[in-house]
């Protein structure tokens, strides 16, 4: 089920980040506890694969996890992007696999940030970590302000 906000997400228990992208979802995961968060290696969906909503709900039951966090892009100036309406097309496909609260979250520049936390890594490295490092931003960004909802 996709909710409107943080207010009824879980409290407890594991959750997963995703950084949606057409070709490569970053995934980041928290431990039950929700102190420490772990990338996990990208979902690939080539040109016209449809899979990507499958993938997803085969490793959120493999995880275990309680909930969902999906990016969603915004512009400098607040606009959301054009692409949300794919990842919301995909979520919303997702939410008929699994039955578990999906929430999404503004994100803008966790590319970057992402990678300027990455140090200097080769090119190599970079391609393949650096969705999953923005995933783990973003699941980062959905804890702090579902612990600012409990305060």
Same mark, same amino acid.
């Given at each position: ?51 990507? @909503?499958?993938?997803?709900? %085969? ?22 992007? *054009?692409?949300?309406? *794919?990842?919301?097309? +995909? ?14 979250? %503004? *994100?803008?520049?966790?590319?970057? @940030? ?9 090119? @190599? ?5 650096? %969705? ?7 699941? *980062? +960004?959905?804890?702090?302000?579902? +612990?600012?909802?409990?305060?």
């Amino acid at each position: 089920m996709i909710l409107p906000d943080f207010k009824a997400f879980p409290r407890v228990g594991r959750i997963i980040g995703l950084d949606w992208g057409a070709r490569r979802t970053g995934v980041a995961v928290s431990d039950a506890s929700r102190e420490f968060i772990f990338t996990r290696d990208a979902i690939l969906t080539p040109r016209g694969d449809t899979s990507w @909503a499958h993938q997803v709900a %085969d490793l959120v039951r493999d995880e275990n996890v309680v909930g969902i966090i999906i990016g969603r892009p915004v512009h400098a100036d607040g606009k959301i992007s *054009e692409t949300f309406d *794919e990842i919301l097309r +995909n979520a919303t496909q997702l939410a008929a696999y699994i039955d578990l609260p999906i929430c999404f979250i %503004d *994100e803008n520049l966790t590319s970057v @940030a992402a990678q300027e936390q990455m140090g200097r890594v080769r090119r @190599a490295d970079i391609k393949q970590r650096l %969705d999953s490092e923005s995933a783990r931003i973003i699941l *980062e +960004n959905a804890i702090a302000m579902i +612990n600012r909802i409990d305060d």
